[in-house]
């Protein structure tokens, strides 16, 4: 009864992984389909997020082992099984008879379409179990053209490849400390880190607000900006909040900006988890102004979120490049805005978790001509090392820096100076 009941409660999490990656083929980020599996026990809806993010990150790897096996490409609904089944197996090191009795279940389970799609899901898993030397020499699944011809262009065949395969590999946990105590593994740059799949809320230090979690790459920005105490920072584009907390953390005065009042509720949680204190404001980044000139501005601008696909394997499924022309135009705007908040001589860092020059370096030089006074600063914290920093003097972080560590996000960011005659 028990081991039936436990094989159970495994396909709940495989049936939820399921509909996750259904709902991701219809155009739904992971965190928009969250509904799907809310109604599973929280380990449970845990387990079908991460066999979700596993297959979305080998998707296109499982397809090509598949396919030969293949007389005809099977219903969607069969090959997201499939496609499970395969990387449970291959990836995950799941033992091949669970994972295939585990597949052809669901199957049956599907009424009578998949009842009749059972005894070929059951032969072509079986044909996957013994194909490990096969899919050991296959690539890690490549970025979509229009991301990939623009990271070739900028960085080589060679880079391409190592940020696919730390794609693959996913992203530990990162978590930034308040003061002292932090568990997990320090990096040269003042961040802590965790294995992939560590439970966030089990941690030492969670509850008392002791640190909170916050990729490296992203920790980054603050760093380079150097808040002082008593310094009034503006942090620009503020949720989820990981920067105000530094900001705050650093005793500065700060006032968190976000057009969106839902997503400012969650920078209050975690302003009151870790007992740091911001003003939360809800407005359009474009419109606001402060009563006095800042001494500093913190732009993470909204960008198309390509430097976290090892995180969010689906946004390469989901997104493309149409709304590009709209985002640069905006961080553009954005940074001409911030510029007019700070007194003379104060200073902007701009940021944006993306691995499209246009959103960083191009966007920094076009900045820099309609701005002839504004000076680059080379960004200087503990442990950048000097073949991140652009020719420009931005810093450029990539998934495959750090490859021993485990990788970081894609980061674009620059300290700017306001020249000390510019109103």
């Known amino acids: 009864m028990d081991k039936s009941r436990g094989k159970m409660v495994r396909d709940g999490a495989r049936s939820g992984a399921l509909r996750l990656l259904g709902a991701v083929e219809a155009g739904a980020t992971l965190d928009e389909a969250a509904a799907q599996v ?21 998707m296109d790897r499982a397809d090509q082992l598949l396919a030969p096996m293949l007389a005809r490409p099977p219903r969607p609904e069969i090959m997201r099984i499939l496609r499970l089944a395969t990387i449970e197996m291959l990836a995950l090191a799941e033992a091949p008879h669970g994972a295939v009795n585990a597949a052809v279940a669901l199957a049956r389970a599907m009424g009578p379409k998949g009842q009749a799609a059972a005894g070929m899901v059951n032969a072509v898993l079986r044909k996957v179990a013994g194909a490990g030397q096969v899919w050991a ?31 693959e590999a996913g992203a530990p946990l990162d978590l930034t400390p308040k003061g002292a105590d932090c568990p997990g593994e320090a990096l040269p740059t003042g961040s802590h880190r965790m294995s992939v799949g560590t439970q966030v809320s089990a941690l030492p230090g969670y509850a008392s607000g ?30 989820p909040g990981g920067k105000t907390l530094q900001l ?16 400012l509720a969650r920078v209050a949680e975690n302003l009151a988890r870790c007992g740091l204190s911001a003003r939360l404001v809800a407005a359009d980044a474009l419109e606001w102004r402060p ?44 940074l001409d805005h911030a510029l007019t908040l700070l007194k003379p001589g104060g200073r902007l860092v701009y940021a944006t978790c993306s691995l499209l020059c246009a959103e960083g370096e191009d966007q920094l030089a076009a900045l820099l001509v309609r701005h002839p006074g504004l000076m680059v ?31 970081m996000d894609g980061f674009f960011i620059a300290r700017l100076r306001k020249s000390a005659d510019q109103t």
């Open 38 to 58: 809310e109604r599973l026990p929280p380990a449970e809806r845990a387990r079908a997020r991460r066999l979700a993010l596993e297959v979305l990150r080998r």
């Open 137 to 167: 020499g296959l690539s890690p699944q490549k970025m979509p053209s229009w991301l990939r011809g623009p990271v070739v262009d900028a960085w080589g065949e060679d880079a391409a490849r190592a940020i696919e395969a730390a794609h």
């Open 210 to 239: 002791d640190w909170w979690v916050q990729d490296a790459a992203a920790a980054l920005a603050v760093r380079v900006l150097d808040p002082r105490p008593g310094e009034r920072i503006a942090d620009l584009c503020a949720a």
């Open 248 to 263: 705050s953390a650093a005793g500065a005065e700060v006032t968190a900006l976000d057009i969106s009042e839902p997503r």
């Open 291 to 334: 009563e006095a000139p800042l001494d500093a501005v913190l732009l993470d601008a909204p960008c198309s979120a390509t430097g976290t696909i090892r995180r969010h394997p689906e946004l390469p499924r989901i997104r493309d490049d149409s709304a590009l022309a709209e985002l640069t135009d905006l961080q553009a705007r954005l």
């Open 377 to 407: 600063e080379s960004p200087e914290a503990p442990g950048i090392e000097p073949g991140w920093i652009t020719p420009q003097g931005g810093l450029r972080l990539r998934p495959d820096l750090w490859p021993e560590r485990g990788g």
